[in-house]
């Protein structure tokens, strides 16, 4: 017989709890302690505003701003970045650390920086930068040598120049 599943909306998501029989799901249900679902939201909120505070401290240089489209770079003259730093700058302080090249343009645009974002990727690409997480969509993420390249070189420029 195949496995009983109860679905339980919560305001943080979906819980799914299982039985191979009604009997045993109903079991698994009054085996649950008491406070359970309120310490299930309690910790989600925690990871959530632990998540919250590491964007918040990465920002903390005041060089980028984020808007619905993604991160922003707020540079006093752009022309003290090249190209693959701000592309670089850009994947570092997204939300999920990959883009598409037009949204990358776009807030490259929005940046005040100018740039052929695809002939950019493709050259980081060679030199090991960045890379596609998934060769059929067209999405970009720094590699572990381009998160090293921004935190150890680009980053403590930029702050020595402000």
């Given amino acids: 017989m195949g496995r009983i599943q109860a679905e339980i909306n919560t305001p943080f998501g979906k819980v799914v709890i299982e039985g191979s029989t009604p009997k045993d799901?109903?079991?698994?249900?009054e085996q649950l302690p008491e406070n359970?679902?309120?310490?299930?939201k309690n910790l989600i909120s925690e990871k959530i505003m632990t998540s919250l505070?590491?964007?918040?401290?990465k920002s903390e240089d005041n060089f980028v701003k984020y808007t619905d489209d993604g991160p922003v770079?707020?540079?006093?003259?752009?022309?003290?970045?090249t190209h693959y730093e701000a592309?670089?700058?850009l994947l570092y302080f997204s939300k999920n650390k990959y883009c598409r090249p037009s949204q990358m343009r776009r807030l490259l645009e929005y940046s005040g920086i100018?740039?052929?974002?695809?002939?950019?990727?493709?050259?980081?690409s060679r030199k090991g930068l960045v890379f596609?997480?998934?060769p059929k969509e067209p999405r970009w993420a720094?590699?572990?040598?381009?998160e090293r390249w921004i935190e150890e070189e680009v980053l403590p420029r930029i702050r020595k120049m402000r």
């Fill in 132 to 134: 596609k997480p998934s």
């Fill in 25 to 29: 799901l109903l079991e698994t249900l």
């Fill in 142 to 146: 720094l590699t572990p040598k381009g």
């Fill in 36 to 40: 359970f679902f309120s310490d299930l």
């Fill in 114 to 124: 100018s740039t052929q974002v695809s002939s950019r990727l493709n050259e980081m």
């Fill in 87 to 89: 592309i670089g700058l």
């Fill in 53 to 57: 505070k590491d964007v918040t401290e």
């Fill in 73 to 81: 770079l707020v540079l006093k003259d752009p022309s003290y970045i």
